[in-house]
């Protein structure tokens, strides 16, 4: 089997994406039990190591849930527990971690430290979140939407807010698993020029606007993040320029009836979006957060060959 790395949306096949989404309904439909179709081959000695170069809630604990109820073991890291803090290779890291570990999970601070570990790794390496892309949530998120609304080929998604790296892999996304995505933001918040590039040849119903009311409009889910990511600096700015775009109970009463919203949080009440609607009966947020436990099962069983 070549080495499946789960690096970002725009770098694996629709019809793996399709597999894990489909697998990762399945997992969740199983509870903790995993079913032995879904299962790795070896799985119970197996390993994953995960570091962590930025703080995480549901990506560290999701992800230790889910090796564990998959049947293996984990080892979850701070950037500054390995040598790695101190000035080791990232290429040095990563040929040594592959002759311990089964897979590896990194959440870094930039996204090359990512690809760098995956080129020199000769086992699967997961993106668990980087500067540029969040790919382990737009699995969760998929998975979200069509609990609601059925598979999401054809239907509207609207982001709000910060063009980010969650944004970006929404943007990935659309193009997989073929829906339309509209971007409300500010200019001087678009995603990142490498996805809008990657665009142009992409075959994508993706549109950027910087009206909220546009990308809302027959959306039947909106979707927002945090105004102030890690690593960000301009706190005060980013919180003036994007505060038109918060997402408060009028703009989703714009969206198509029966809208659902997303976060992949944590969230910031009052900034990004309202407690009126994230505590409302319109968010899935919760829901949202558990399917980061069914996705990541799902994206492991694939990293390690118990899917296709
Ligand atoms: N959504 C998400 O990745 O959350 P954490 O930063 O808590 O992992
Ligand atoms: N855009 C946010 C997502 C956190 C899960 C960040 O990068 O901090």
Redesign the pocket.
């Known amino acids: 089997m070549a080495l499946r790395h789960f690096l970002d949306i725009n770098s694996l096949s629709p019809a793996v994406l399709r597999n894990i989404v489909d697998a990762a309904h399945e997992m969740k439909r199983a509870g903790k039990k995993v079913p032995a179709r879904l299962s790795p081959e070896g799985i119970d000695l197996s390993v994953l190591v995960m570091i962590f170069e ?9 992800y230790d849930v889910a090796m564990r109820q998959l049947g293996g073991q984990t080892i979850v890291l701070n950037h500054s527990d390995l040598q790695l803090g101190r000035g080791e290779s990232v290429s040095d890291t990563a040929k040594v971690l592959s002759r311990y570990a089964d897979a590896v999970m990194l ?1 870094a601070n930039s996204h090359t430290t990512l690809v760098e570990l995956a080129e020199n790794s000769t086992v699967p390496v997961i993106n ?2 980087t500067d540029k892309s ?1 790919p ?2 737009i699995i969760a998120d998929i998975m979200t939407f069509e609990e609601s609304h059925g598979p999401i080929r054809g239907q509207k998604v609207a982001w709000v807010g910060d063009g980010n790296n ?1 944004a970006v892999s929404w943007i990935h996304a659309a193009s997989a698993f073929d829906f339309e995505l509209s971007i409300a933001c500010p200019g001087q918040m678009r995603p990142d020029k490498e996805a809008i590039d990657w665009l142009k040849n992409a075959n994508a119903r993706v549109e950027i606007t910087d009206d909220p009311q546009t990308a809302v409009r027959d959306a039947k889910c909106v979707v927002t993040d945090t105004w102030v990511s ?1 690593g960000d600096t301009d706190e005060g700015y980013r919180k003036q320029v994007l505060g038109p775009y918060a997402v408060e109970q009028s703009l989703m009463s714009a969206a198509s009836d029966g809208a659902v919203f997303m976060h ?3 969230a910031y009440r009052g900034h990004e979006v309202s407690a009126e609607v994230i505590d409302g009966p319109q968010s899935v947020v919760f829901d949202e ?1 558990e399917n ?1 436990l069914h996705a990541q099962k799902a994206i492991l069983s694939w990293c390690l060959g118990g899917i296709a």
Do not use: I, N, Y
């Open positions: 930025k703080p995480s809630t549901r990506t560290r604990v999701s959440r668990g979140l969040h382990c949530q969650v890690m992949c949080l944590p957060a980061r």
